[in-house]
């Protein structure tokens, strides 16, 4: 079916975004209606509002990978225009973990996708179609197509090459999100960018919906044009993201060796033997050529290919298209001692391809690595091995033989594969079921803190005090103090940054960001936006909590109770329940929420936002 969405002008600067087009895949059909203003005016756009809709929308203890999950696909208002802007956000109930969920992505395929729908703030899929299908929009043109001659037999780059405009960007789930596998991704740009954690490639694939095809054609947006070669400017020579620009996160390979952060052996040590191995010298050979997101002066990829070096490796011709960024080499390189350029590029395109996130994976990978060692599991999987360890990225993608149980990430695979044995439990390194990214908290206890609280589970994109303490700064890495505030501060940020959609690395302050909404007609202040912010975040606590989550949830992962080995100035580090549990007391207090975690009625007020309240949550008094 084809549906003209209603107020979408091509190529017109948006008068109001206001709209969200609703795609039923089980009926296949296409609506729009108006986000109503109570939630534009709280939340404005990206994570906020999305939460705020999910919540409502969503019934308590929905199965996340049944038709009854929802979707969405959301933009905040800036996208496309803003130099660093180019991002879209995935939001639904996650598989993986059971909370709520919200996973980014950049490239171009965002900025095209905003193109084609210049009035909307997202997309919201529900349902499930009874065959795989596609979403096409084309500058406004809506259409449900058949998609069966793409499933089963395209990974995401051949599912997007299939579509060779120049003007036609796809996000496409991979083999791992056909076969939900938990915690696939959503590939764009051929397979370069990813919405990565929670598992949003498998709940598209619950939903038979191989890929979203937008073709767009830019508005006219030339009354921003000052700004954003000031903004342009500032991107491209100011010092707050000089890092991203000269190495991009490839350099961190070095930071975290040199505080003793870098996951090595599988979270058992902080440090690998001979960093040379693996930092960004190591790639040097290998890279062809910076790349960027659409229209932003960052250029913080590298786009990868051994083929043409003399490197001596497990795979000579890897190549990849974007990468292998920090965390791929962390956790798929040092976690698993494999310490092989090759190797890592190798598995790093296979997951791109094949649709996975390589945090979640290599976690996966590297405890299938101890426990095989210990003898709990009996593989020939072993530390330090690429090519077996690139055969078990394909096997988890087709949940072929043990591929079948790792797909469902570690916390459920040490039960299936171990019985829940305490040495395997330990051994997966995860808050809430999602597996840590490449920094270990015994380096820096505000990670901890970080970790603990993160409404997605294990995860550092939701506040990074390391860069402030450990990696510089005044607090002590190693002590409690203080640390809490600056989580609380970094989340109501990060909320705020998500709730525009834009991207980590652009510094976009909140004083940048009242310039640009106030250009799209927006009449907000700095303190309104760190509201919006401290609302978002106190949204999706809402859903957690409503979906079961309280303070025990809020906890460390074993291991890391546990002395680090060869941690550098971290080496024997480990923190108590006491330490922990200090500084989630000072957390709690600061957000105004109960010792068990759960809003007050007084900061919900405060805050305004108690329509949003679900029936179903007692708040604290």
């Known amino acids: 079916m084809a549906v003209k969405t209603d107020g979408a002008t091509r190529g017109s600067m948006p008068a109001d975004l206001s709209q969200l087009l609703r795609v039923n895949l089980s009926e296949r059909t296409v609506e729009t209606e108006e ?77 095209m996708f905003r193109f084609a729908m210049p009035t909307y703030l997202g997309v919201v899929f529900e349902g499930r179609a009874d065959e795989p299908v596609l979403l096409r929009v084309d500058d406004g043109d809506v259409t449900i197509e058949e ?131 693996l930092n960004i010298d190591a790639f040097e050979p290998g890279h062809q050529r910076p790349d960027s997101c659409y229209n932003c002066p960052v250029a913080c990829g590298h786009v990868t290919d051994f083929s043409e070096t003399d490197i001596d490796g497990a795979f000579p011709d890897a190549s990849v298209a974007w990468g292998p960024e920090y965390e791929t080499i962390g956790m798929m390189g040092a976690n698993t001692d494999i310490t092989d350029v090759t190797g890592v590029t190798e598995l790093a395109d296979r997951a791109d391809r094949l649709g996975m996130d390589t945090i979640s994976l290599g976690n996966v990978v590297s405890w299938l690595m101890e426990v095989s060692e210990s003898g709990l599991v009996d593989t020939d999987v072993e530390f330090g091995d690429a090519e077996a360890a690139a055969e078990l990225v394909r096997k988890i993608a087709h949940r072929e033989g043990i591929g079948e149980q790792l797909a469902e990430g570690t916390a459920r695979a040490a039960e299936l594969l171990c019985g829940g044995a305490p040495e395997a439990r330990e051994a997966a390194v995860e808050v809430k ?77 909140y004083e940048r960001v009242v310039e640009w909404l106030s250009e799209f007609g927006y009449d907000v202040s700095v303190d309104d936006l760190e509201t919006v912010g401290e609302r978002a975040w106190n949204v999706v606590r809402l859903f957690n909590v409503r979906e079961g989550f309280e303070r025990e949830d809020d906890s460390l992962p074993e291991r890391l109770k546990r002395p680090l080995e060869s941690g550098g100035p971290a080496d024997g580090n480990h923190l108590t329940e006491e330490a922990f549990d200090e500084m989630l007391d000072e957390y709690y207090e600061l957000r105004g929420w109960s010792v068990d975690g759960i809003p007050t009625s007084s900061r919900i007020e405060r805050l305004g936002i108690e329509p949003f309240v679900p029936s179903e949550v007692e708040l604290a008094e």
């Open 35 to 111: 986000v109503p203003q109570e939630y534009r005016d709280t939340f404005i756009s990206g994570k906020g509002l999305g939460a705020a809709m999910l919540l409502d929308e969503l019934e308590p203890d929905v199965d996340p990978l049944s038709p009854d999950n929802k979707m969405f696909f959301m933009f905040g208002p800036l996208t496309g225009h803003a130099p660093g802007t180019s991002r879209y956000g995935v939001m639904t109930k996650s598989p993986l973990t059971g909370t709520f969920v919200d996973s980014y992505s950049g490239g171009h395929f965002p900025s």
């Open 433 to 509: 079921g999602l597996e840590l990214p490449a920094y270990d908290p015994r380096a820096s206890f505000s990670m901890a803190l970080a970790y603990a609280t993160s409404d997605r589970g294990g995860c550092h994109q939701r506040a990074f005090p390391i860069g402030s303490d450990a990696m510089g700064g005044d607090r002590d890495p190693f002590d409690t103090e203080g640390h809490a505030e600056v989580v609380v501060d970094e989340q109501n940020e990060g909320a705020l940054s998500y709730s525009m959609v834009a991207c980590d690395f652009t510094a976009y302050s």
């Open 147 to 277: 998609a069966e001659h793409l499933w089963g037999s395209h990974d995401a780059r051949e599912t997007a090459r299939e579509f060779p405009d120049r003007k036609t960007k796809v996000a496409a789930i991979g083999p791992a999100g056909e076969n939900q596998v938990k915690f696939a991704t959503i590939s764009s740009d051929e397979a370069s960018h990813h919405a990565g954690r929670g598992g949003v490639g498998a709940v598209m694939g619950s939903k038979n919906l191989k890929a979203v095809v937008a073709t767009g054609t830019k508005p006219d947006d030339s009354e921003l044009q000052d700004l954003r070669i000031q903004h342009t400017q500032r991107l491209g020579g100011s010092e707050e993201v000089a890092w991203a620009r000269t190495g991009g996160t490839q350099l961190i390979v070095d930071w975290t060796q040199a505080i003793g952060a870098l996951p090595s052996h599988n979270w058992t040590r902080g440090q690998i033997p001979d960093v040379d191995e």
